[in-house]
């Protein structure tokens, strides 16, 4: 794969052509998932211009701590970010991933979203490293419950164990799941290329997946608007653009 990766570099192939080319030489691709790859579904980023970071202070409205203290103001703003995920739908973004995977070039995709869209999608091999929006969790017995089993008109819903519901989503001051991250990490450790997809790369400990991907010896595809901290450090190929853009040219490129 080096010596290919040489090869395409010293020519005068185009970017995309370039990372078409590592996608289909390689032997395990496995791709990263970050907010900017649902902005074109309707969800807006955390971070960034108009992110919600920028509305909601992450440490009043997204901290653990915040949530148990004053449940139902958490859950106002619970109830509005749900609204907007369930007009959502897959883009060509996740669409192109999805059929990626059905033609074997990706194994797995690792995603920071909880917004489901992976699996809308048709994608099959999907490991939600933040959890997924479309559960609520107990916190005192650990009941599972889907969305639409909640009664949205109660200001904060319960367990039928009187227990506090949360959205079954990481928040600032939890770890994350012991499934996910040990799925994740055997992904990373097994793969021989990795797409980054419209992350930020700034969110610990998903963050440090492309690093300990890089250190394992895989190439690095990064797909953003913007350059990261892995751009210049980590990065074989940038392809600048949107998700839908860069992976509906991906895909044709790929055949």
């Known amino acids: 794969m080096d010596e290919l ?3 395409l570099l010293s020519s005068e192939a185009r970017p995309t052509e370039q990372a078409a080319q590592l996608i289909k030489s390689s032997n395990y691709c496995i791709a ?15 971070r960034g211009y108009q992110g919600l970071w920028q509305k909601y202070d992450p440490l009043e409205y997204a901290h653990i ?7 139902e103001k958490i859950w106002k703003v619970m109830y509005e970010l749900d609204e907007i995920m369930q007009k959502a739908r897959p883009n060509p973004a996740h669409f192109a991933l999805s059929e990626l995977e059905g033609k074997g070039y990706i194994k797995a995709i690792i995603t920071q979203n909880v917004d489901n869209l992976h699996q809308a999608a048709g994608s099959r ?4 490293f933040h959890g997924n929006a479309k559960r609520l969790i107990c916190l005192d017995c650990g009941k599972i419950y889907q969305r639409e089993e909640i009664d949205r008109s109660v200001l904060v819903p319960r367990c039928k164990c009187n227990g506090l519901l949360k959205p079954d989503v ?3 001051g939890e770890s994350i799941p ?6 994740a990490n055997q992904e990373v450790n097994a793969c021989d290329l990795m797409l ?13 997946l492309p690093w300990e991907a890089k250190r394992s010896g895989a190439k690095i595809i990064e797909v953003n608007l913007e350059r990261t901290n892995l751009t210049d450090e980590i990065t074989d190929i940038f392809l600048k653009g949107s998700a839908s853009q860069i992976l509906t040219i991906l895909l044709k490129e790929i055949g």
């Open 32 to 46: 990263l998932t970050g907010a900017g790859i649902s902005v074109e579904s309707g969800i807006p980023t955390f």
């Open 125 to 128: 091999s999907v490991i939600e």
């Open 65 to 71: 701590k915040s949530f148990i203290k004053n449940p």
């Open 170 to 172: 990481v928040f600032f």
């Open 196 to 208: 980054t997809i419209g992350t930020s790369a700034e969110v610990v400990p998903a963050n440090i």
């Open 5 to 7: 990766k040489e090869a």
């Open 178 to 183: 012991e499934e996910a991250l040990n799925s």
